[in-house]
């Protein structure tokens, strides 16, 4: 009997001690086994992220295969590149969403509002979450960024840190200014009569005097690349492109569609464009399209005078070296005013909602164990920049070299978005981190520095800092349903004015147009959200 007596105990004490080494829902780790269940087996997940067209298979980054190991998780990623915005709404509408959402703005405030109980509140989990913790702690703009203003925390963002002040480059072919025996302009009209020469007279030598394009962008007004830029020639600072015309100048919240500085910079662009110096597909063309005409054929290149990020990436390789950044240029002559540009610092380096996580999930300590591990620093910029190895080099005494592309004949700013998350990721890079930097962004670095002079901005007085500002679902709906009447109607009359010209005689029609469409109402929201952000610094 005492055998038998001795036999019970020992079996209830043995298995006291395996449950006790089991947490619920199979997520905390036991001694000696992998993070996720004590078998060591993984948690299985369910994300959504939205990526890069270019960028490759989830699977085949080296760096997200070591996160997952290491927080013991197996994901069933859905890799979307293009139509998410049209799945987003039966896809929440219905419930049924993964565990993990990961991507710029994959999930936004208004989904919040709108889908409340549907996403989970990780305030209270960040003591799981000590990457995210020393995020908060060295930069608190990011916790700023992330807090709901009823204190609560539904997506995390993201820091990239090694990014300009501006998303915009104005470049010109310096080497069709010297074939022709031309200057660089500085004024709009003195760009007028360079436009007209690269027109004219067989800028790029080949022969033909009616290939090339004298100016080209990719068809919008506002954001990156776009001529809204060029209202900086007359003192407006836009901020993170200003895709939707708000701006703020000495601390009023305006909207530059209805800017009579706005009027004047179509008309010289109608001016441009009747003069044949404007490419004729400027708002037909995609993207794609944009980018390829400006590499040209060979060293023969077709594009004079243009916006985008850096030279390799606009214009390839082989022809970059032929294009030259040009400063903010004047107005006219005698302007006497002060020059800006777009300020995009915010937008650049900042993110919104990168990583969301669902409130159904049945392993929120496994999905948060996976968040710590994508802001892990040494993750971080092999998330933004590739895997070590393959893309990035480990100097094995703390700091790092971004490596050129394998492929020679790519440019480094593509082979970044071929080879892995890149800007769309969810990470944070210290200030204090020592990266040596690839060719491309040394060379958005330099090309960067004619536009120094013009970013000199004052940032409590000129620039909006929309990623810090969380509104009311109330006005955030109403401020949503005003910016689509009156991009509907700027972006009609944009194109309709720079092709055919009009807008004098349109001009006070459409402003009283834009206002009935709200633009006075989202002026006023904006203003007290700012003045009310400014007190609170």
Not at 58 to 77: H, N, R, Y
């Amino acid at each position: 009997m005492r055998k038998k007596v001795s036999v019970l105990t020992s079996l209830v004490l043995i298995t006291a001690m395996l449950l006790s080494g089991c947490g619920s829902g199979g997520d905390s780790k036991s001694a000696g086994t992998t993070p996720g269940n004590a078998s060591g087996e993984k948690v299985k997940l369910t994300a959504i992220m939205t990526k890069h067209p270019l960028t490759k298979p989830l699977a085949e980054m080296e760096w997200l295969q070591a996160v997952e190991d290491a927080a013991g998780v197996e994901i069933e990623w859905q890799e979307i590149t293009t139509d998410y915005g049209q799945k987003k709404g039966t896809m929440l509408a219905s419930g049924d969403i993964p565990d993990l959402f990961i991507g710029p703005n994959v999930i936004t405030d208004a989904d919040f509002a709108q889908f409340q109980g549907l996403f989970q509140d990780l305030s209270g989990m960040l003591d799981q979450a000590p990457n995210v913790q020393r995020m908060f702690n060295e930069k608190p703009e990011t916790k700023l960024i992330a807090t709901q203003p009823d204190g609560k925390i539904y997506g995390l963002p993201k820091y990239q840190r090694f990014w300009p002040s501006t998303g915009t480059r104005q470049f010109i072919n310096q080497k069709w200014l010297d074939e022709l025996g031309l200057q660089k302009p500085t004024t709009w009209d003195e760009l007028y009569d360079v436009l007209v020469a690269f027109k004219e007279k067989d800028a790029n030598g080949n022969g033909d005097a009616k290939d090339e394009i004298p100016m080209d962008w990719p068809g919008g007004i506002g954001g990156y690349f776009n001529p809204a830029v060029l209202l900086g020639s007359m003192g407006i600072t836009l901020s993170e492109g200003s895709s939707q015309g708000y701006f703020v100048e000495d601390g009023q919240i305006k909207n530059f569609l209805i800017d009579e500085r706005y009027k004047t910079m179509v008309a010289f662009l109608n001016r441009l464009y009747k003069a044949g110096l404007i490419n004729p597909e400027v708002f037909t063309h995609d993207y794609t399209k944009y980018q390829s005409i400006a590499r040209g054929e060979g060293d023969t290149a077709k594009v004079g005078f243009t916006w985008g990020w850096v030279a390799s990436d606009r214009f390839g390789e082989q022809l970059a070296p032929q294009y030259v950044t040009l400063p903010p240029l004047k107005v006219s002559a005698d302007y006497t005013g002060k020059l800006s540009w777009s300020y995009d610092y915010y937008s650049l380096n900042y993110g919104t909602n990168h990583v969301v996580m669902s409130a159904k999930t049945k392993h929120k300590e496994a999905a948060m164990r996976f968040i710590n591990e994508l802001y892990d620093p040494k993750v971080g910029i092999q998330a933004l920049f590739g895997s070590i190895g393959p893309n990035i080099e480990d100097h094995g005494d703390g700091t790092y070299s971004v490596l050129p592309p394998a492929n020679p004949e790519m440019d480094p700013g593509t082979w970044k978005w071929t080879s892995t998350m890149a800007d769309h990721g969810a990470f944070y890079i210290p200030d204090d981190l020592q990266l040596t930097l690839g060719k491309d962004m040394q060379e958005v670095l330099g090309q960067s520095e004619p536009l120094e002079e013009a970013l000199k901005v004052d940032l409590d007085k000129d620039v909006f800092p929309g990623l810090f500002i969380k509104y009311s679902t109330m006005d955030n709906n109403t401020m949503s349903l005003n910016n689509t009447n009156i991009m509907n109607l700027a972006e009609s009359s944009f194109a309709k004015w720079v092709t055919k010209g009009g807008i004098e005689a349109e001009w006070d029609a459409y402003v009283k147009e834009a206002q009935k469409a709200g633009i006075t109402q989202n002026l006023e929201i904006m203003q007290k959200y700012y003045e009310d952000y400014k007190n609170k610094k």
